[in-house]
């Protein structure tokens, strides 16, 4: 005898068997023990959840002869006959391929006699979505009104293309997606019946990949075992078979990511494309993971919600630490933009790589979510040229592309001997730097022009500078020793003299607006004098 498929070799032949839709199947039962049977139904669900396996066992138990709590005997003439395809009362039909007016007229006149024998005519009306729009009308009336002894199953995916008045005329049952723990049970007894030893975790990663289809998990289980033959099922086989990726890569991409290592994460795609690996898949999966993380990040006790081991739990929280929530959802956003594309495209690695280039690279975007990390990018540059002037020395840096590079602006003296002290500074060489405040500003660190920028000066008594900053936040920064020391060396070449610098917020200073003088307006300004 030739092999046959497991999703065909185990599909259920009575209620009892069916996993995952027991709000259709209690409904369904409860209507053939008291006798309550419609007329019209249509079961809408996606692919491989069990509509045209519910109807068949509809079918069947409706015309048993001997029906147990709603279930069909499986032994009757009548049971053996729907069972081997061979029930002149079962009539399936693909809409499909048989979608013309024409094949619905057939039906109409078909159903003017009755069944040869058992109770019902049953007609099976699969991807009844595919109907034309005169096919729909012709099979109104006879929907509306059919004999009494004919019963209409429609079946589709698509559930939004039929016609208003079509499902007026129906009792809807939604077939829901089957759990990964549902479809895990079903392979896990399907394989002990088998006798093929496998690993939980492949099982598992199988009933993941199949998306809430029994059918795709049958069918990838068939595939695997017929693949190791023989051998035990085991996670790394399956990973090879479906050409998916181990959760480990994940983690280690997104890692080379947040250090933004570019050549980095293309050594990994490449590697990812050497193993034969399917990017889609990859798409999926990665986009998943972010998913993952983002749960943890943005609500507590998670842990029981995620379907991870608890190795990959502690490697998910410690980088759901390490990842802003804004960055996440732009990553989500780009593998979910990429995730629609792929799926067609011919140059797949392109576009995953385009894809990891704009997390690493967000001056390259343009959408408003991406404005949060070119900023972070920006103080972590800025950041580090602080630690550089605070070590000896004040650095410019200039952006090549690819990676910061520093050209000494005003290095700091390297004497043999200490320099004699620098003559302190007099009123009127604090009026100079004032008026001189832009050419002075321009040679200090752009993260120190940013909050000069809303600062107003004062000119006090005794050859002091005072700075009033905009914000407490801004009085803090310019406070710190290393950027007032940055300021006085700036004065202090272009002047000869020492200049005490004293800063303030204009939040908090009592005599914010005596001598205060706008940085942007002080050329023109004449220069008001405040005695201590």
Request: charged share 25%.
């Amino acid at each position: 005898m030739s092999y046959m498929a497991l999703y065909r070799k185990f599909r259920p032949s009575e209620f009892s068997e069916v996993r995952g839709q027991e709000h259709i199947v209690t409904t369904l039962k409860n209507q053939i023990k008291a006798d309550r049977i419609g007329h019209a139904y249509l079961f809408c669900g996606t692919r491989g959840t069990g509509k045209t396996t519910v109807a068949k066992i509809f079918a069947k138990a409706v015309n048993c002869e001997h029906p147990v709590d709603g279930n069909p005997c499986g032994t009757c003439a009548a049971c053996r006959s729907i069972a081997a395809g061979t029930s002149m009362n079962v009539i399936e039909i693909d809409a499909a391929s048989n979608n013309g007016v024409d094949n619905i007229r057939e039906i109409r006149e078909e159903v003017a006699y009755s069944p040869t024998e058992g109770k019902y005519k049953v007609y099976i009306i699969d991807e009844v979505h595919m109907l034309s729009i005169g096919a729909f009308n012709a099979l109104l009336k006879t929907l509306e009104e059919p004999p009494s002894y004919v019963i209409f199953i429609l079946a589709t995916t698509e559930v939004h293309k039929i016609p208003v008045t079509i499902l007026s005329r129906c009792q809807r049952y939604d077939f829901r997606r089957i759990t990964a723990d549902v479809i895990t049970d079903r392979l896990r007894e399907l394989t002990e019946r088998e006798g093929v030893q496998t690993e939980e975790k492949a099982l598992r990663y199988i009933a993941k990949a199949a998306d809430g289809s029994m059918r795709d998990a049958l069918s990838l289980l068939d595939q695997c075992i017929a693949f190791y033959l023989d051998q035990e099922l085991t996670y790394d086989h399956v990973l090879d078979v479906l050409g998916a990726v181990d959760t480990e890569v994940y983690s280690r991409l997104l890692r080379l990511t947040l250090s933004q290592d570019l050549p980095g994460v293309m050594e990994q795609i490449e590697e990812l494309v050497v193993q034969g690996r399917e990017l889609s898949q990859f798409v999926t999966d990665f986009t998943w993971y972010l998913r993952n993380l983002l749960l943890l990040k943005t609500s507590d006790n998670m842990e029981d919600v995620l379907d991870v081991s608890t190795e990959n739990l502690k490697r998910l929280q410690e980088e759901a630490r390490m990842i802003e929530t804004d960055t996440l959802m732009r990553y989500i956003r780009i593998f979910s933009e990429l995730g629609g594309q792929i799926r067609y495209a011919s140059q797949k690695r392109v576009l995953v790589e385009v894809a990891f280039i704009k997390l690493c690279r967000p001056a390259m975007e343009t959408n408003t979510d991406v404005i949060l990390d070119r900023i972070r990018i920006l103080e972590r540059q800025l950041e580090e040229s602080l630690e550089e002037i605070a070590s000896g020395g004040a650095y410019l840096y200039q952006n090549s592309g690819q990676q910061g590079h520093r050209r000494e602006a005003f290095p700091a003296q390297v004497e043999t001997e200490a320099p004699p002290p620098a003559p302190e500074a007099l009123p009127e060489d604090v009026e100079a730097v004032v008026k001189n405040w832009h050419q002075v500003t321009n040679r200090l660190h752009p993260l120190l022009r940013t909050y000069l920028k809303g600062a107003r000066l004062k000119a006090l008594g005794g050859g002091k500078l005072g700075i009033i900053a905009a914000t407490p936040t801004g009085e803090a920064f310019l406070k710190e020793e290393a950027h007032l020391r940055e300021i006085r060396n700036v004065i202090l070449q272009d002047t000869g003299k020492e200049m005490e610098i004293l800063v303030a917020c204009a939040q908090t200073d009592p005599h914010k607006d005596v001598g205060a003088i706008d940085i942007e307006q002080v050329i023109h300004t004449e220069i008001e004098y405040e005695d201590e």
